[in-house]
Nanobody
Framework: QVQLVKSGGGLVQPGGSLRLSCAASGRTFSSYTMGWFRQAPGKEREFVATIRWSGASTYYADSVKGRFTISRDNPKNTVYLQMNSLKPEDTAVYYC?????????????????WGQGTQVTVSS
């Protein structure tokens, strides 16, 4: 019920930037907490960033803090992930997700809806 739309190329050189967009198709997520996760080959899906309904409250994993920015446009029912200063270790399949309750959520099992995922590759 969540559509992932990739903005920009999926292959990025180290130090480059990429913005991911996630638009909800099946329902309105304006009042929901949204999150971004990623999963590298052979690794568990890990938390990247989350944003509450107001858009003012955000939280990031230590590995991306200062480089990634999560934001949302509630009238457009869309959440974004701006990724700057990308590193090879950022290479993964990225997923957006939503929780039907407002609050702080950092674990995969806490989210109710998931996008299909999109590949982000950081390589020279």
């Amino acid at each position: 019920q969540v559509q992932l739309v990739k903005s920009g190329g999926g292959l990025v050189q180290p130090g480059g930037s990429l913005r991911l967009s996630c638009a909800a198709s099946g329902r309105t997520f304006s009042s929901y907490t949204m999150g971004w996760f990623r999963q590298a080959p052979g690794k568990e899906r890990e938390f990247v960033a989350t944003i509450r309904w107001s858009g003012a409250s955000t939280y990031y994993a230590d590995s991306v803090k200062g480089r990634f920015t999560i934001s949302r446009d509630n009238p457009k029912n869309t959440v974004y992930l701006q990724m700057n200063s990308l590193k090879p270790e950022d290479t993964a399949v990225y997923y957006c997700a939503a929780v039907t309750s407002s609050g702080w959520y950092y674990r995969t099992y806490e989210y109710d809806y998931w996008g299909q995922g999109t590949q982000v590759t950081v390589s020279s």
